[in-house]
């Protein structure tokens, strides 16, 4: 009887972490970069990044990683798809400059985009998916 609740207890902790775990990944995504680009005031050089998000609904505060170095932090808003991407993409715009603005992120794969600013998906009309 012992036996078979600490099987259950066991169990049952085992499937939370699994959830846990899953839901973790859900606001994860991997992507490459492939040009110089701007974002939060900080020239990054192509490579491969992880953006990861918090926040309720689609508009969320958004941490980008290069390997275990934290790169910028922003507010974005998560667009979901009918498709997946089917390659990692970015959106850019033309900054004052002549640099290269960040205005979304297309991981490759997932049926998502990531719009930065809080922006609709209609409001990166200037920028361009580089895929």
């Known amino acids: 009887m012992k036996l078979s609740r600490l099987a259950m207890t066991l169990a049952s902790a085992a499937l939370l972490f699994a959830s846990a775990a899953i839901a973790a990944d859900a606001n994860k995504a991997t992507f490459r970069i492939d040009q110089k680009v701007t974002v939060d005031g900080k020239t990054i050089d192509s490579g491969k990044y992880t953006a990861e ?44 400059d002549g640099s290269k603005q960040l205005t979304a992120i297309y991981p490759g794969g997932k049926r998502l985009s990531i719009q930065l600013g809080n922006s609709s998906a209609g409001a990166a009309d200037a920028s361009s998916p580089s895929r």
Request: no cysteine.
């Open 53 to 96: 998000w918090a926040g309720e609904g689609s508009n969320v505060q958004v941490t980008l990683h290069h390997g275990k170095e934290t790169i910028a932090t922003f507010a974005a808003r998560i667009n979901q798809e009918p498709t997946p991407n089917p390659d990692d993409a970015i959106g850019t715009t033309d900054g004052p």
